[in-house]
């Protein structure tokens, strides 16, 4: 799951122009068909105009770095437009501007204000720094974001000039996309680096967790979650992961307390789950097969395809690094075409989590999308595609 929820900023949605294509001429000898008059494109909405810059004796950038750092941010963006019309090439200016922007949630804007910076300054250290949030914590959760996001904080953690303080601020944002990412190790390294300098900052404390959990260190992330339990941005996901912990531990009256405190604290992030029973899980995974195409089922003959509950801690320390305990199926086996080591009979299967699907989802109709989607997938690894090729795919 990602983190973003509770802590990245609001979006604004811009419009966009529509456009509707033409209609096609009627046949000869068709009576003409009387029809409406085409639509008018809507155009993007207009920003209102910028007020002139009051710098109050100093530079435009100066006053607009001022701005930004009493939270003024209409004043922080007029200055710094100026200050990048006056000098066009100043990377800072088109950083600063990039800033104001982010802050005030025009985001596409933004994300060209930034480029434009780095493009003249690839090192720029405050452009680097907002345009990793804007990718990593800002916009909406997607791979590439988050890639972006993790080349630019990591970029930014490479500088050998880079000010000290924004060390911490780097690695955060760092482990924050990392983890998104499914890096966790990775993500766990940066998180340190900031708690090594910032013992108090939670939301690294956050992010070591988390990476814990992925990494299936399960009691140090029982013990890291358990300091996060009454904190107001992190409580809700802090019990989360509890109850996922205590359900792999088969506390269930406990998971259940935990799950409960997370969804009356953040409802909209943890709604109750359409969890099916498992005569009904089987009997939903077994649509799923007969639905596949003939290829697919004749792949699958003698590989059982199997509806169990939670992912076996066997088979998510199998490899090196771990497999999320979050994962929603997993194919155990060599791929076809390559011969089995003869451990096991048969040496191929499909296992769907009961459990981690229906958290995935909100609606019964999205579960049955997503046993789909998560069975395509185990087959595609069948077929011997790794991740990144089925991530290309759409079954990520």
Request: hydrophobic share 40%; glycine share 6%; aromatic share 6%.
């Amino acid at each position: 799951m990602s983190r973003r929820g509770p802590f990245a900023l609001c979006l604004l949605f811009l419009g966009s122009c529509q456009w509707t294509s033409p209609t096609s001429a009627p046949d000869a000898g068709t009576a003409p068909v009387a029809s409406a008059p085409a639509p008018v494109p809507t155009a993007a909405p207009v920003p209102e105009p910028l007020p002139p810059c009051r710098a109050k004796g100093s530079s435009p950038l100066s006053a607009a770095l001022d701005y930004l750092d009493t939270g003024r941010y209409p004043e922080a963006l007029s200055c710094a437009a100026q200050a990048s019309a006056l000098e066009p090439d100043s990377a800072a200016a088109h950083s600063a501007r990039g800033e104001a922007l982010a802050a005030l949630q025009r985001t596409a804007e933004a994300q060209v204000a930034y480029a434009r910076a780095l493009a003249i300054e690839p090192g720029q250290p405050d452009a680097l720094l907002g345009a990793a949030h804007l990718y990593a914590v800002q916009l909406p959760s997607s791979r590439e974001y988050d890639e972006l996001g993790a080349l630019y904080a990591e970029r930014g953690l490479s500088q050998s000039d880079a000010a000290p303080e924004l060390l911490p601020r780097f690695a955060l944002v760092a482990a924050m996309a990392l983890n998104d990412l499914g890096q966790a190790a990775e993500a766990l390294q940066r998180a340190q680096l900031v708690l090594a300098r910032e013992p108090d900052n939670r939301e690294a404390a956050y992010e070591k967790a988390l990476a814990l959990f992925e990494l299936c260190r399960f009691a140090e992330a029982r013990a890291a979650f358990g300091t996060l339990r009454n904190d107001p941005q992190r409580g809700a996901h802090a019990h989360y992961h509890l109850g996922l912990l205590l359900e792999r531990e088969g506390k269930w009256k406990e998971a259940r307390e935990h799950f409960d405190k997370a969804r009356r604290v953040s409802p909209e992030d943890f709604p109750v789950p359409p969890t099916p029973t498992e005569a009904e899980f089987r009997e939903e995974v077994a649509r799923a097969v007969a639905a596949l195409s003939e290829d697919m089922r004749k792949d699958l003959t003698g590989v059982p395809v199997r509806a169990e509950d939670l992912p076996a801690e066997e088979d998510l320390l199998s490899g090196e690094p771990p497999l999320s305990p979050a994962i929603l199926g997993l194919f155990r086996g060599p791929p076809l075409g390559e011969p089995c080591d003869g451990s096991e009979t048969p040496c191929r299967s499909v296992a769907l989590y009961r459990l981690n699907l229906a958290r995935a989802v909100r609606t019964r109709e999205e579960l049955r999308e997503q046993i789909k989607v998560t069975l395509l997938h185990e087959v595609g690894h069948l077929r011997g595609e790794d991740d990144q090729e089925l991530a290309a795919r759409g079954l990520e």
